[in-house]
Every structure is written in C-alpha cells, then in structure tokens.
C-alpha cells in the first residue's frame, strides 16, 4: 500500500509542477481578457548597457482594447504616444516633432502594443513562466523573428492586475516601467485615442 501512495505520488508530481509553471501565463490571458479599458499611472526608468540608470519620467496610461492606447508622459518633459488602432503617433511637444508609425512595426517603440490585442501573442512570441519576484509575477515574451527591434519582454502581475513591464532591446538598453492606481472596465472618453498633429509641428511617417 505504501509503494502504491508512493508511485501515484510521484506520477503526480510532473502534473503539479506543471501546474504550477501554467499559473502566470494563465493569469496574463485572464488579465488580457479581462482589461477591455484600463486607466494608471505609471512611472518609467531606461537602463543603459552599461546599468546606469537615466531620468525617471512619469504620467497616466489608458488603454482600450483592440488595438488603442495612449501614453501621457507628464514629468520631467511632454510627450504624446497615442495608437489610434492603425497608427501609433510620438509626439514629442518640447521638440514640437511628430512621428507616425505602423501599427506593426510599433512594438519594440512601445510595450503596450501587447496588451492592446493586437498581436497574436503565442503565434509572434515564446512565452516562459520567471515565476514571482518580490511578490509579483512575471511573464517573458520573446519575439520568434530575428527581425524584432527588441529581446524580451517581461510583464509583472500583482495577483490579476498589470503591475509592471521591462523591455530590453538589442543594443543592451532596458527600459522599466512600473505601475500604480490601476483600474480596469472604466470608460474612456474616445477621443483620448484620436490624435491630430498640432499646426506648425514637423511630421515624420515611417513606411
């Protein structure tokens, strides 16, 4: 009786660990799918090869899925990144200088692209448990095609909610993004998602 609790005890040990590896890639799709609209604040740092870090930026983030979400960026300076579903806008206002980019094309500029449905995640990505650090966890996403402009993706949940995002590019520069007062299923007014370049700026559209 004992070698038989011990032979289904071990059986049953790949199925648990297995278990256990699913439960954040589980816990991203039930985020995905349960964030149509989301609002937070959010406070950014980009990290240099070499490991120093540069100046923190901070300001609000929406996002309303499929395919819109803009970036408010506050402090120290302004900036606008708005995707309207098939272009993304950088708006830079202190350089007064407007560039417009394909929806495709977008991702290693801005991490949101994979939370706005957009893209098809485990068609474009390899997706890797890193399990919990500091109480959150983590999921890794990196690209299939040698063509990305990026190397990995990581996104941090606290329990169900978007806590925080890292990518890393390929010339060693990472850029960390945490965020705060996450809510999700608000309305948001459409017009966050619609962007005009003010009169006067320079317009620069990449095909």
């Given at each position: ?20 590896e ?15 609209t989301l ?5 950014q ?79 474009n990505?390899?997706?890797?448990n ?36 890292e ?41």
């Amino acid at each position: 009786m004992i070698k038989k609790a011990l032979f289904l005890l071990l059986v049953a040990l790949p199925v648990f660990a297995a278990a256990a590896e699913v439960a954040p890639v589980q816990r991203l799709r039930d985020f995905l799918a349960r964030a149509n609209t989301l609002q937070a604040e959010f406070s950014q740092v980009i990290i240099d090869e070499a490991g120093n870090p540069g100046q923190r930026t901070s300001g609000v983030f929406y996002l309303q899925r499929p395919g819109k979400f803009r970036w408010d960026y506050k402090k120290p300076y302004s900036q606008e990144i708005v995707s309207s579903g098939q272009k993304v806008w950088f708006y830079d206002v202190d350089l007064e200088q407007v560039t417009a980019k394909r929806l495709d094309e977008a991702i290693g500029s801005t991490p949101a692209l994979l939370l706005s449905g957009e893209v098809a995640l485990e068609n474009n990505f390899k997706i890797e448990n890193q399990g919990s650090d500091e109480g959150l966890f983590w999921i890794k996403l990196v690209p299939k095609s040698e063509d990305s402009g990026f190397k990995y993706v990581l996104i941090g949940l606290d329990d169900n909610t978007l806590a925080g995002m890292e990518l890393g590019d390929n010339f060693g520069q990472v850029t960390r993004i945490y965020f705060s007062n996450v809510k999700t299923g608000v309305k948001l007014d459409r017009n966050l998602f619609e962007f005009r370049p003010p009169p006067g700026v320079d317009v620069f559209e990449e095909r």
